[in-house]
């Protein structure tokens, strides 16, 4: 489910110009960020580990403190990952909506203006 939500996100954000701004924030090639950002959703959620025991003492604010977050990409992020979570087949809608909210807040957390 986490690899498909996250392949939902990366399409929109290259396809839909809603999000020109947050896609300009990435690089050219996405092939790197569509096989990590499943992976630190597992750890994030409880799964397996791995994301994290490749990356030690790295956390979602470390690894992305060098991109000028904004409210509106913050808010980009936020509402693209809502519309992939949105479009998988989930068994839980309630969690589902519970996870969109948390990743939405912590889209929102790292905006600096």
């Known amino acids: 489910m986490l690899q498909a939500i996250t392949q939902r996100f990366y399409d929109l954000m290259e396809q839909d110009p809603a999000y020109a701004e947050l896609r300009a924030m990435h690089a050219p090639d996405l092939t790197e960020m569509r096989a990590s950002l499943p992976l630190f959703l597992a750890g994030w959620a409880g799964g397996p ?8 003492g790295k956390c979602m604010m470390s690894a992305h403190g060098g991109f000028a977050i904004n409210k509106a990409t913050a808010g980009q992020w936020g509402e693209a990952m809502r519309r992939a979570i ?5 068994a839980d809608r309630e969690i589902a909506n519970a996870m969109a909210d948390v990743l939405d807040r912590m889209a929102t957390s790292m905006a600096r203006a």
């Open 49 to 56: 580990r791995d994301w994290f025991e490749a990356n030690p």
């Open 86 to 90: 949105d479009a998988s087949e989930v």
